[in-house]
């Protein structure tokens, strides 16, 4: 099998990565988030015309995030992904695509069961080539591949996308986790998976990220998982402000790991992104959230004072886009919403932010914007 990204990529991929690039350079970041388009508390349609996003603020994040979970049905179908991917496209969104992948020892050979946070049952090297699972993880990414092919534009040609396999790798709280796989052999697995996509299914239009969780302490560290420079096209990194206090340090670290990340990008000739984000309350006197809590959050300007740690780092300057979790309901939300007589007490902050001239909404694909 041929190795890496020594093939010819899409012609629309390429603009794509060159956009990434001018948003590296730039004084502009663009603003994302996670499942946007088809899943929301304030939105009737789900088939990427509408956003909470939208609904608050007038435009769709520039990035939006989908998952290869509703392949199987657990945030969506398949097919109804594809018409929602067509219609952000269509109204400027960039489209990154992540993967709760299965744990493949469950569910029978045929079956895959939601549960990446499974990690028992030594998935990782099962499915690797000569792995008593390979064929059902191969299974797998022909879904991966099917999904890639089939989002189209108006012209025929396949939507470029960011693809994000693997995230989180140096937790312990999916399958591919430092703990369960070493660094060895999950750079195999992710060479592998990228090599099965790119040189045996032939899809030309996914660029590849790379996101560890934060924060990272220096170069050698961010890099000890890392698949290489052929594999990646995008550093990034998943990082979220838990239990948000005055005196936490979580924005200093944060800005410690973007112009550590920043610093490698430069020296690879790569984009820069804040992969996963958000403000998660986690434990507070009205309950437990993971994400927003509806009241009483402690930091009400958190999306203006996260637009200043960013600018105020050299590592920050560089990203090309940051990306929240998703509004799943109304319990559990990353971006504040109006709705029924409720407006949430961050939503006057979060309008100020999106109004703020370095950020960019969508449409992301207009040139001339990025200066």
């Known amino acids: 099998m041929e190795s890496g990204f020594n093939c010819e990529r899409s012609p629309k991929l390429l603009e794509l990565l060159e956009l990434l690039k001018r948003y590296t350079y730039s004084d502009k970041i663009m603003f994302g988030q996670q499942n946007a388009g088809h899943i929301g508390v304030t939105i009737s349609t789900n088939d990427g015309t509408e956003s909470d996003c939208r609904n608050l603020c007038g435009k769709h994040p520039a990035v939006v995030g989908v998952d290869t979970l509703s392949f199987l049905g657990y945030e969506g179908r398949m097919n109804d992904l594809i018409k929602t991917v067509k219609n952000l496209h269509k109204q400027g969104c960039i489209v990154t695509l992540s993967s709760h992948m299965p744990n493949f020892t469950l569910g029978g050979e045929e079956f895959y069961d939601f549960s990446p946070n499974n990690t028992d049952g ?174 009483g959050n402690v930091n009400t300007n958190w999306f203006t004072d996260m637009l200043t740690a960013i600018y105020g780092c050299d590592g920050g300057k560089r990203c090309a886009y940051f990306l929240i979790w998703a509004n799943f309901s109304e319990t559990q939300f990353w971006l504040p919403y109006e709705k029924d007589g409720f407006r949430h007490e961050l939503s006057d902050n979060f309008v100020s932010f999106a109004d703020d001239p370095r950020v960019t909404m969508a449409p992301a694909f207009d040139f001339a914007t990025v200066v």
């Open 122 to 295: 030594d998935c990782a090297r099962r499915i690797m080539e000569g792995g008593d699972l390979n064929g059902k993880y191969l299974r797998y990414l022909d879904l991966i591949a099917e999904f890639a092919d089939k989002c189209v534009d108006l012209e025929g040609d396949p939507i470029p996308m960011i693809f994000r396999p693997f995230h989180e790798d140096n937790g312990d709280w999916f399958w591919w986790g430092r703990k369960y796989l070493d660094d060895v052999d999950y750079v195999k697995l992710f060479r592998y998976t990228i090599d099965y996509l790119t040189h045996v299914k032939g899809i030309r239009n996914l660029a590849v990220a790379y996101s560890p969780n934060g924060p990272v302490e220096s170069g050698e560290e961010y890099f000890e998982r890392y698949p290489g420079d052929d594999y990646v096209d995008i550093l990034g990194l998943d990082y979220y402000h838990d239990s948000p206090h005055a005196g936490d340090g979580y924005f200093k670290r944060l800005q410690t790991s973007l112009d550590i990340i920043g610093q490698c990008a430069r020296l690879h000739e790569k984009s820069v992104a804040l992969t996963e984000t958000g403000y998660r309350a986690l434990e507070t006197p009205e309950g437990y959230f993971e994400g927003l809590a509806p009241s």
